[in-house]
């Protein structure tokens, strides 16, 4: 992953420290369009959604992290704790 890429990802996490969820998950989404091979953000930006209350997003974020890498335990865990919150 490019550097600019981990500062964007940096940056868009500290606006949680700001109590900008809303301004994350933006940041993260657009993070996402430029880069769907970062794994990370999907972790990141769903479970973001979770807290968001958008556990429908969160659920199908999941399940496009699992289909990138099949052996994501921690898509799987998110995916029941979403599911339960359903």
Do not use: W
Not at 70 to 79: G, H
Request: aromatic share 6%; proline share 2%; charged share 30%.
């Amino acid at each position: 992953m490019s550097d600019d890429l981990r500062r964007r990802y940096g940056a868009a996490l500290e606006l949680l420290t700001q109590d900008q969820p809303e301004a994350c998950a933006a940041e993260l989404e657009k993070i996402l369009n430029d880069a769907p091979e970062f794994l990370d953000v999907y972790e990141g930006l769903g479970v973001l959604y979770g807290r968001l209350g958008r556990v429908d997003e969160a659920i199908a974020l999941m399940h496009r992290l699992i289909e990138k890498d099949a052996d994501s335990i921690m898509a799987r865990v998110n995916l029941s704790v979403f599911y339960m919150k359903k």
